[in-house]
T-cell receptor, first 115, second 111 residues
Framework: GAVVSQHPSWVICKSGTSVKIECRSL??????MFWYRQFPKQSLMLMAT?????????EQGVEKDKFLINHASLTLSTLTVTSAHPEDSSFYIC???????????FGSGTRLTVV | ELKVEQNPLFLSMQEGKNYTIYCNYS?????LYWYRQDPGKSLESLFV?????AVKQEGRLMASLDTKARLSTLHITAAVHDLSATYFC???????????FGAGTILRVKS
């Protein structure tokens, strides 16, 4: 139980275009989801907390107009990277708090490459 | 501000040896987590430690928590090559369920 599905697994896009990443909780409802970014050989950095039915809470230094988060239902949160540039290339991971254990379940991650 | 420090950052071990990864955190916290990450993959949950003195074991890995010292350890017993991965500890912030991660420990087990 407590599976979080994330897709796409990888995406290559051209500079200036937008990319949407989806994060779904498959067998539970998640009122809160989290979006992380990870650069090669570095740790995970929390970008924002996604709240169902309300605006996301962004961490300091994260551009909310560039990284649009929509949590329209209890099972789906999306991250849209707008006007992507090569410096946005990274590994993006979503997570949700697992209802069956005192922990978090992570999506499989999305490798974004902007060319 | 909650800070999480892990050490060592890189660990090269021979198969069959034992070693410990340390995780210190700066403020009171409710829960501590250990995760494993393989190259190009997402995080796999290993342990959730909820109280002082908690000890959990799974195979060759054992995790413990000392909330008074704000210290958790991940002990590796008789390492095997399959344990090669990056290990992260993470702690909830005091208010709000937001994880703060340590820098990670890259573990390489040599045959």
């Amino acid at each position: 139980g407590a599976v979080v599905s994330q897709h796409p697994s990888w995406v290559i896009c051209k500079s200036g275009t937008s990319v949407k990443i989806e994060c779904r909780s498959l067998d539970f409802q998640a009122t809160t989801m989290f979006w992380y970014r990870q650069f090669p050989k570095q740790s995970l950095m929390l970008m924002a907390t996604s709240n169902e039915g309300s605006k996301a809470t962004y961490e300091q230094g994260v551009e909310k107009d560039k990284f649009l988060i929509n949590h329209a239902s209890l099972t789906l949160s999306t991250l849209t990277v707008t006007s992507a540039h090569p410096e946005d290339s990274s590994f993006y991971i979503c997570s949700a708090e697992s209802p069956s254990s005192y922990g978090y379940t992570f999506g499989s991650g999305t490798r974004l490459t902007v060319v | 501000e909650l800070k999480v420090e892990q050490n060592p950052l890189f660990l090269s071990m021979q198969e069959g040896k034992n070693y410990t990864i340390y995780c210190n955190y700066s403020t009171t916290s409710d829960r501590l987590y250990w995760y494993r990450q393989d190259p190009g993959k997402s995080l796999e949950s290993l342990f959730v430690l909820l109280s002082n003195g908690a000890v959990k074991q799974e195979g060759r890995l054992m995790a413990s928590l000392d909330t008074k010292a704000r210290l958790s350890t991940l002990h590796i017993t008789a390492a095997v090559h399959d344990l090669s991965a990056t290990y992260f500890c993470a702690v909830d912030r005091s208010f709000g369920n937001k994880l703060v991660f340590g820098a990670g420990t890259i573990l390489r087990v040599k045959s």
